[in-house]
């Protein structure tokens, strides 16, 4: 295959690569304070000589972008910053681009981490000290503030948008009830030292968690519902380094693991 962004490679490292929720279309975005949308011809049948054309490009004045993602409809973009306590969207119906300089009732430093729900009703800003925000879509303004023991280092939204998983760096996962923000549970991930990513396979059976050990545990979700020390189903050791994504793919037939501590780490399981 040809690089998708062969027509404007990025000067700086590439923060996010995403592919658009329903066009043939991909987004990159980095540290070189821009994001680009490349139209993506022939998914089965790559043959050189097909460009991959550049749609467009925007650029953030000295805002290196740490993670960019599209809104659940593929009608926006939102941006995070490496330092910055302000965010942007970019609404591409209107290829304009809305600074959100504050969120009301939100104090962090930094907003960098980030998730937005399948149902795109919600974004998740993970904040320092264990700080999650649950924020409209619609309006970015504040809905509620849960908090984890210790602090959040990643959190994934159920397929039906109903619950969050946040995974925190002493190894305990917390699950909320995005309609009542109340815990329903908590259980901790087996052997971690300190966790990386957490994920939640499309058709809610699985819960696949990264630690900084390198090792993913894959669990079942109604174990991970009932019990405080579940067993995973599967411990998945190929990684040396810390893992740093997990990602279901659509069928829930496949775990993709990465860490982006090495080369070429990356394993389909």
């Known amino acids: 295959c040809l690089p998708a962004n062969q027509e404007r490679f990025a000067n700086g490292k590439l923060a996010t690569v995403q592919f658009h929720p329903s066009a043939q279309v991909v987004m990159t975005a980095g540290h070189d304070r821009s994001v680009s949308l490349f139209q993506v011809k022939n998914f089965n049948l790559c043959v050189d000589g097909i460009r991959n054309p550049r749609i467009q490009s925007i650029y953030l004045e000295s805002f290196p972008i740490y993670k960019a993602c599209f809104s659940a409809d593929g009608e926006q973009v939102i941006a995070t910053g490496t330092h910055h306590k302000m965010f ?15 969120v009301r009732g939100v104090e962090e430093r930094f907003l960098r981490h980030f998730e937005v729900s399948p149902d795109g009703s919600f974004m998740l800003l993970t904040g320092t000290s264990g700080y999650l925000h649950l924020l409209s879509m619609k309006t970015k303004e504040l809905i509620s503030t849960m908090k984890v023991n210790g602090r959040c280092t990643a959190s994934a939204f159920t397929p039906d948008s109903s619950k969050i998983y946040s995974y925190s760096k002493e190894g305990e996962v917390f699950i909320w009830d995005v309609r009542s923000r109340k815990c329903l549970h908590k259980f901790e991930d087996e052997g971690s030292l300190e966790g990386k990513c957490i994920a939640v396979s499309k058709n809610n059976q699985y819960v696949a ?9 894959l669990y079942t979700t109604d174990v991970c519902l009932k019990e405080n020390h579940p067993k995973p189903v599967k411990a998945i050791m190929n990684l040396v380094t810390s893992a740093t994504c997990v990602t279901f793919n659509p069928t829930t037939e496949i775990l993709a693991v990465a860490s982006c501590e090495t080369d070429e780490a990356v394993k389909l399981v």
């Open 88 to 102: 942007f969207v970019y609404d591409m119906m209107s290829g304009s681009i809305i600074p959100i300089q504050k």
């Open 209 to 217: 968690c990264g630690s900084a050990s390198g090792v993913v545990n």
